[in-house]
């Protein structure tokens, strides 16, 4: 992998990893389109540190309230109704199910989850699914309004995204959307939730940076940096663009991509 390379593939992942298009199936699609090599599943994770960078900074404030209040609610029961000490439970055992598939199904993950006709439909599965979540949820929910039961079923539609194309972003806020929250609010809940889970991830796979079968260092970095400033960008846009419109911009988008990527493979243009 050389240096151009690196930005555009930090470009894709900062521009995509928020919008619920699927960074994943974006980083395993555009290199077989540029006749690259597959740039495997640990430098996405990895490069993912840095669009969850991005994260951080632009929600400090909301995180170091969260954590401090749940902090002080494991000694002081009275706080434990506040609704950021609330969050902190709800983002915490939400990440236990993808934590859970992850370990249990990495070996699929990084090997036949890199199927390119299997991302294809995924993209136009869970672009449908969005759609209709978009459509017949009530959205009326704010992040306020967040329970238990409700993070959990959340936490668990961010297990589908260990396959490319589902989108970690779009199936948890489809999910979100499915049970009655607004855009804004099921966009901004599936923001928080992904920091334990992209961390994890990317810290694990930190290991095989620079070894032998694994990304270099170098470009991983510069990818890394790239997807920070372009990522941190995209979520002030995406938080915006939500709150006055409909997701149906992304929907169309994921069905076209799919679409053209599976006349491609059945074409023999591009090969899974």
């Known amino acids: 992998m050389d240096v151009l390379q690196a930005i555009v ?8 990893e928020f919008l619920p298009i699927s960074s994943s199936a974006h980083l395993l699609i555009v290199p077989k389109l540029a006749g690259w090599g597959d740039p495997g599943a640990p430098f996405t994770a990895v490069i993912q540190l840095g669009t969850m960078l991005a994260v951080l900074i ?30 902190g439970w709800y983002i915490g055992l939400g990440t236990i199910p993808i934590g859970v598939a992850g370990l249990l199904f990495k070996d699929a993950i990084e090997g036949p989850a890199r199927n390119l006709w299997l991302n294809a439909v995924m993209l136009i599965v869970f672009g449908l ?3 209709v979540a978009d459509q017949m949820g009530r959205k009326k929910k704010e992040v306020a309004d967040l329970n238990m039961r ?34 804004e609010a099921a966009a901004r809940y599936s923001f928080l939730l992904s ?54 911009v992304f929907v169309v988008y994921r069905v076209f991509a ?13 090969q899974s």
């Open 9 to 16: 593939l930090g470009l894709v992942q900062g521009l995509t």
């Open 258 to 270: 799919g679409t053209f990527l599976l006349t491609l493979l059945a074409l023999g243009v591009v």
């Open 150 to 183: 409700d993070g959990l079923i959340v936490g668990a539609w961010q297990m589908l995204p260990l396959i490319p194309g589902a989108s970690r972003s779009g199936s948890t806020m489809t999910g979100a959307m499915f049970l009655g929250y607004t855009r």
């Open 58 to 87: 632009y929600f400090w404030r909301d995180i170091v309230r969260i954590t401090w209040a749940w902090l002080r609610s494991l000694w002081t029961p009275e706080l434990r109704g506040d609704l950021d000490a609330r969050m």
């Open 129 to 131: 699914l969005l759609l």
């Open 195 to 248: 920091i334990p889970a992209v961390i994890l991830s990317g810290l694990f796979e930190l290991r095989h940076v620079g070894d032998g079968g694994g990304p270099p260092v170098v470009p991983t970095l510069i990818a890394t940096v790239v997807s920070f400033v372009v990522g941190y960008a995209s979520i002030a846009w995406l938080l915006r663009y939500v709150a006055r419109h409909s997701t149906i």
